[in-house]
């Protein structure tokens, strides 16, 4: 079945380092693909997105190119800051179907001390 | 409203007990959809809604679990003679309309049950 595995945290960075959450995927067809972030005491957000290979899904100083040849989607950002602090899901959808039928890696959270 | 609304934010109950999750979607929202996520896992989908039609429901665990939409905008989510295997956060989240990846969806806060 189709399958998101992210890279396990915490991950702990000081301010303007840069960041790379890892994203790998298994699916079936042509899948959508997304970031997810959930900041402390808030709901999941949108963070990005991209729905055809080679698409590069850009938010807030995040990127990430969806890579259909390593079935990849890994986050990355050239200078986090303090604020960037969160918990972030890297999720697929299949080809067609609702984007709510989402199906979520077990998250990444991110520490950036200032 | 401005945003997805779920209530109770917690809960706690006893073995046994029912419980009734609580969402209000963003007005004009078509599609409703539960999520529930366990500690240190990402959320798993449980069903979704387009109005009051429930279109699948394959994630629901067992038949301990149900949801409605009876006019197509608030949903309850109930869970039956609950187990603790039951505690997790439960997720609402509403778009302006399914079958198409070009519709954001918006999650509310989450419902944090425990069943002790």
């Known amino acids: 079945g189709n399958s998101v595995t992210q890279m396990e945290g915490p991950v702990t960075l000081s301010e303007e380092a840069f960041l790379t959450i890892n994203c790998t995927y298994t699916?079936?067809?042509?899948?959508?693909l997304f970031w997810y972030v959930q900041y402390p005491g808030e709901g999941l957000q949108l963070l990005l997105k991209?729905?055809?290979?080679?698409d590069k899904g850009s938010n807030k100083g995040f990127e990430a190119t969806y890579r259909k040849e390593t079935t990849s989607f890994h986050l990355e950002k050239g200078s986090v800051q303090v604020s960037d602090s969160a918990v972030y899901f890297c999720a697929l959808s299949e080809y067609g179907g609702s984007q709510g039928n989402l199906i979520f890696g077990k998250g990444t959270k991110l520490s950036v001390k200032p | 409203g401005a945003g997805v609304s779920q209530s109770p934010r917690y809960k706690v109950t006893k073995r046994g007990q029912d419980v009734a999750l609580r969402c209000d979607p963003i007005s004009g929202h078509v599609s409703l959809y539960w999520y529930r996520q366990a500690l240190g896992q990402g959320p798993e989908f449980l069903t979704y809604?387009?109005?009051?039609?429930?279109?699948?429901k394959s994630g629901l665990p067992n038949d301990r679990f149900s949801a409605e939409r009876p006019e197509g905008s608030i949903s309850t989510l109930t869970i039956q003679r609950t187990e603790q295997r039951d505690s997790a956060m439960y997720r609402c989240a509403s778009s302006l309309g399914g079958g198409s990846s070009g519709n954001t969806i918006y999650f509310g806060e989450g419902s944090w049950l425990t069943v002790v």
């Open positions: 699916a079936t067809g042509y899948p959508s």
């Open positions: 991209a729905t055809k290979a080679d």
């Open positions: 809604f387009n109005y009051e039609a429930q279109q699948d």
